[in-house]
């Protein structure tokens, strides 16, 4: 079983920063596309960022030079520097990533449970 675990969100006042990590845990064999998205009350969920294996990254363009996504392939583990952070970013960010488990060798998307952050003075 594969679980992703979320952890470094709270409560930041405007202009702060905050950074997310990701952990991914389990019978895992290969992590694909790691992503974060986040969902605001009333909203849809929304792709804030994601990164390949390789490293390639897109962002979404509200936060284009604000956020940083990056991975550690040896630990599992994706991050979100947010910077220059906006009321408007307060949400839930979730982790996703496609996985391919060790004991089926197929890939799948999961997602993590959150992990709350709030932008206010």
């Known amino acids: 079983q594969v679980q992703l675990v979320e952890s470094g969100g709270g409560l930041v006042q405007p202009g702060g920063s905050l950074r997310l990590s990701c952990a991914a845990s389990?019978?895992?064999?290969?992590?694909?596309?790691m992503g974060w998205y986040r969902q605001s009350p009333g909203k849809q969920r929304e792709l804030v960022a994601h990164i390949s294996r390789g490293g390639s990254t897109m962002y979404t363009d509200s936060v284009k030079g604000r956020f940083t996504i990056s991975r550690d392939n040896a630990k599992n583990t994706v991050y979100l520097q947010m910077n220059s952070l906006r009321p408007e970013d307060t949400a839930v960010y979730y982790c996703?990533?496609?996985?391919?488990?060790?004991?089926?060798?197929?890939?799948?998307?999961?997602w993590g449970r959150g992990t709350q952050v709030t932008v206010s003075s």
């Open positions: 389990g019978s895992i064999f290969r992590i694909n596309v």
């Open positions: 996703h990533a496609y996985i391919t488990t060790a004991a089926t060798m197929r890939t799948d998307a999961y």
